[in-house]
């Protein structure tokens, strides 16, 4: 009797042991995770469309570390030559993320009826006046001139334009050839040196490199701080947007991917050697030479926060104030821009 009792007395220990061991690894029947007790959030694929030049350069390291397996979300990422192409896939819910022009994000905002928002600041002023003449040495001077460009209404297009009224000039006075890509404008600069085109990095340096007797007659960022004067507007190039339905959803994968772009551009602008060789890799400049020497021209920044925002909405203010078009009839309101609490 006694065997039995103390056989019994056992087998109730052993299985309140094992009924306490399930309750510590499980929690209420689910799986525990690192943080003690809660499930391990399972990665996200964010999809995220790109222009071909800064605001790509700024994400190779991010780029590279994804294809190596280290990045806590998977990311899928799309290079274009043209921001509408980049709209066309947000619209369509094929991307989720986008570096566009700083206007193109407001337009698209008023289009998609607040559908997207702003989270970061990638480039600020890229653009620069280039040409063999050198009688170009103020804004002044372009009067008469003929100017090849890229993109009516974006960026290039419309820091022109501010700046030539801001002299007292208009686009009646200077000629305007408007050119699909970057590239045509820097094939006509190596045919004739005594043009003058408006382009943005690294073609600025990838044209200079080519020919020597072209150089940077005009640095549009300068000009522009000029006017502003100090407590002005800053020359936004791109930001980044993200579709609100996406952020809604996933706003762990959004602040991760900000994390990861703030970390991606301060590399680009600290390891310009390393990056170069990526900015290679990844096709958006053929030589590592020309990339490497570009890069410090090209403005690359992550600002995000109340800090983002002012230097956003000042500037679009400043573009209201010439065409209220170029921003999509108004300024946006406060939800444009993502705030991370």
Sequence with gaps: MMNRKKTKNLWLVLVMMCVLLLAA???NGETAGP?????AAEPVTVRVGSLKGPTSIGLV???EDNANGETQNQYEFTMETAADTLLG???QGELDIALVPANVASVFYHKTQGGISVIDINTLGVIYMVSADTSIKEVEDLAGKTICLTGKGTTPDLALQYLLSAHGLSADDVTLEYKSEATEVAALLAEDPDAVGLLPQPFVTAAMMQNESLSIVLDMTKQWDMVQGEGGSTLVTGVTIVRNEFLAEHEDAVLSFMADHKAS??????ETAAAAELVVAQGIIEKAPVAEAAIPYCNIVYIDGAEMKTALSGYLSVLEGQNAEFIGGSLPED?????AE
């Excluded at 551009?265 to 600290?270: G, L, M, S």
């Excluded at 939800?335 to 705030?339: L, T």
């Design 265 to 270: 551009a301060e590399y680009a602008n600290t």
């Design 335 to 339: 939800a444009f821009y993502y705030i």
């Design 89 to 91: 896939l947000m619209a």
């Design 61 to 63: 390291r991010l780029m």
């Design 35 to 39: 943080a003690g007790g809660e499930a």
């Design 25 to 27: 690894c499980s929690g």
